[in-house]
């Protein structure tokens, strides 16, 4: 099926007459049709099947009740409801397998007409991929990439890490002390202390605020003590801080190239982003943002209250973001069928393997997708700044 779209609704012959599809703009298409009742009759026991598993009626086990007992308890519409489901999950891959609809992100369905000893009628949108016309992108990386610039950690920062630590130690060595006292003092004394102990911190931080603060006063940082926090000396210690400060500084710059190597994909590359994959972008966004700060120990709703914001007004504020990404995944996409790039299936398995480990309720075939990915971009990726 031909993915060029203009303004008009154009509608193309089917092999089932009683199927219509509508090519509509921005990639997306529209399948109106109908399931004749004879078909849709044969849907009838195993939707009774699923639908008594899913419910609970005393005196019947579960995927055993009868369907008189069913209707008589939820109606027949309640059966049909569950009839539909089942048979469209079953007819719309064949739809779209005999009409060549090369469909992406979840589809818009919509029960046109139900009712008992009629047809099914339904109405399905869905976007489908959209022609993407890439530019020399290999000329683009070699561009974007420029020349590779020498990352280097400059003795200060080392230093700096090192006060830091320092820092932490003087604090750690201050609260202990101060512990100790106070398991010597009465209570009066223990109070006294705990305020004493206040001004020192309130005092110590306008200190440390100071550009030009002393650090004199910090504890010096000895092989023994390099030695306590699992360094084989203050040398071996500094070469570990330089080592992860360039390893920072290396994912950072190669964070930036690749940056403006998509931003110039998405600058010369042709293509209209149907709205179904938009808004199947938001909804992960949303689901990573809410899972953030469900880990923060925050629920959602305390969140929104907290930024005076609706989950709408979040959707709207992240969509030329959404639209961003989904751009970005489609054109790498493309460019790893151009170039035949595949993860290799051993990081595949590997990658899943932990996955599974960390998040045993995961779906199985969404963990697999999520992973061949990532890899998958992560090779194109490399295959683009391998470009010289």
Do not use: C, W
């Amino acid at each position: 099926m031909s993915n060029t779209q203009n303004n008009s609704e154009k509608s193309k012959e089917t092999k089932d007459e009683n199927i219509e599809i509508k090519e509509l703009k921005n990639s997306e298409v529209e399948i109106v049709g109908e399931i004749p009742v004879e078909e849709f009759e044969t849907y009838r026991t195993e939707a009774v099947k699923g639908f008594s598993e899913k419910v609970k009626i005393a005196g019947f086990r579960s995927g055993h009740i009868p369907e008189n007992v069913l209707e008589g308890k939820f109606g027949d519409l309640a059966i049909l409801e569950e009839m539909a489901q089942v048979a469209l999950a079953r007819k719309y891959p064949q739809i779209l397998i005999e009409n060549k609809i090369d469909a992406i992100g979840r589809p818009e369905i919509t029960i046109t007409k139900i009712a008992k000893g009629s047809p099914l009628g339904f109405k399905i949108k869905t976007a489908v991929m959209p022609v993407i016309e890439l530019p020399d992108y290999k000329k683009i990386a070699k561009e974007a990439a420029g020349e590779k610039e020498e990352i280097k950690v400059e003795e200060k920062e080392v230093e700096d890490v090192i006060t830091h630590i320092r820092k932490q130690r003087k604090r750690a060595e201050e609260t202990k002390k101060t512990d100790a006292e106070k398991s010597d003092d009465s209570d009066g004394a223990k109070e006294d202390s705990k305020k004493e102990n206040e001004e020192a911190e309130k005092s110590e931080d306008k200190k440390e605020t100071k550009s030009k603060k002393k650090d004199e006063d910090l504890p010096e940082l000895t092989d023994e003590v390099a030695k306590e926090l699992g360094f084989e000396g203050v040398e071996d210690l500094k070469k570990i801080i330089r080592d992860n400060l360039k390893q920072e500084k290396e994912m950072q710059a190669k964070d930036k190239r690749r940056a403006k190597l998509i931003d110039a994909l998405l600058e010369k590359s042709k293509l209209e982003l149907p709205e179904i994959v938009t808004e199947n972008e938001l909804d992960r966004m949303m689901a990573q943002l809410k899972g953030e700060i469900a880990n923060m120990g925050l629920s959602f709703e305390d969140y929104l209250g907290h930024v005076k914001k609706t989950e709408e007004d979040l959707r709207k504020a992240s969509k030329p973001d959404a639209e961003k990404r989904a751009k970005s995944q489609l054109i790498i996409n493309k460019i790893a069928v151009e170039e035949k790039i595949e993860p290799e299936k051993e990081a595949v398995e590997k990658e899943l393997k932990h996955l599974t480990e960390h998040y045993a309720d995961a779906d199985p075939s969404r963990t697999r997708a999520y992973v061949e990915m990532i890899l998958t971009n992560e090779a194109v990726l490399k295959f683009l700044e391998d470009q010289k």
